[in-house]
């Protein structure tokens, strides 16, 4: 019985030795397949916070429903891609964009799509590298516009946050 113990253990011992030598140690590994936000609303007219506000929330399509702090706060929470790879084996690259959108009662929708990753060698710093917090998008204060009365936005402004004024701006030169 003791024999056999020790010849499993040799055997254990070698096929180790040899995955080492080629490489092919199973590693656990992770990746994000969905960034986390975070981010504080407050009122563009007044900057106040909005609090205790029922907000939606989509990333990339998925919709999560949450309710904001006293102070305008609001977290999503990311989403992790668990695998198994080997040394040197192959691995999946954590997301490069994200795309996130709020929606609140009473005010306009603020919509951005954010590049937090290299996408390509071309781009060696994505443009939103800086908001990117670990596994979590900090969106930061996150100015939103009330409705009108009639519920349509107000034509002589962009319909969107005034965090995203910029990139609004960017693609209006119609």
Known sequence: MVRA???????????????????CIPVPKKSVAHYGVEGRLTDA??????????VSVA??????????NRSGEFKVAPEMHHFWTWLGGPMWMDATRS????????????H????????SADVPVPPDQDQLK????????????????DGAANRSQP??????????????GR
């Open 159 to 172: 319909a969107r946050a005034e965090t995203n004024q910029a990139s609004a701006a960017a693609g209006s």
């Open 45 to 54: 007219s007044n900057g106040e916070p909005i609090a205790k506000a029922r």
């Open 59 to 68: 990333v990339d399509g998925r919709e999560f429903s949450k309710t904001t």
């Open 112 to 119: 951005k799509t954010l590049v937090v990753r290299s996408e």
């Open 99 to 110: 795309t996130v959108n709020i929606a609140s009662d009473g005010y306009v929708s603020y």
């Open 134 to 149: 670990g596994n979590y998008i900090a969106l930061g204060n996150v100015g939103m516009k009330k409705r009108e009365q």
């Open 5 to 23: 113990m020790e010849r499993k253990a040799q055997i254990v011992t070698v096929i180790g030795l040899c995955g080492l030598m080629a490489g």
